[in-house]
């Protein structure tokens, strides 16, 4: 995963891990694909059982993201206007994109390219753990121990 020339994940040869816990709420687990430190980038793959949410957060740079299986309520879904996807769906969030509340009441599947970290926060906007590329190659590094 350091290699910056290249790099190639046989995703089905990976376990899922846990998604830190704090950073959502039910059964959330995910496999870190790459970082870039060179462009502060990352790419991940997450696996999002019914029921489940991201804590809130900001993006503190762009990220793309392709919903492979199932819906995904972001920025309130739909109902509330945001943005209800629905597999296959295509999304981007912009540079300081708030998400209160990212959702998940099916079994669904995402994977999404991250440029800079995640500034998740409490509900008076305060920093809880700002997750760019170093802190989730440590968090995925400890989980490959
Ligand atoms: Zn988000």
Redesign the pocket.
């Known amino acids: 995963m350091s290699d910056i020339t290249g790099d190639y994940v046989q995703m089905d040869a990976v376990d899922w891990v846990q998604f830190p816990e704090g950073l959502c709420q039910g059964d959330i687990k995910w496999k870190l694909l790459h970082v870039s430190p060179e462009a502060g980038a990352w790419t991940a793959i997450f696996d999002c059982k019914a029921g489940s949410s ?1 804590a809130k ?3 503190m740079g762009p ?1 793309e993201y392709f919903l492979t299986k199932g819906k995904m309520h ?1 920025r309130g879904g739909d109902a509330e206007g945001g943005a209800t996807a629905t597999a296959p769906g295509y999304g981007y ?1 912009a540079c300081n ?1 708030q ?1 209160d509340h ?1 959702e998940f009441d099916e079994d669904s599947e995402f994977y999404m390219t991250f440029l800079g970290p ?1 500034n998740f926060i409490d509900d008076d906007g305060n920093t809880i753990a700002l997750v760019g590329c170093e802190q989730v190659a440590a968090a995925w590094n400890a989980s490959q121990e």
Do not use: D, K, S
């Open positions: 991201f957060h900001i993006h990220g972001v969030e994109a998400h990212t995640l």
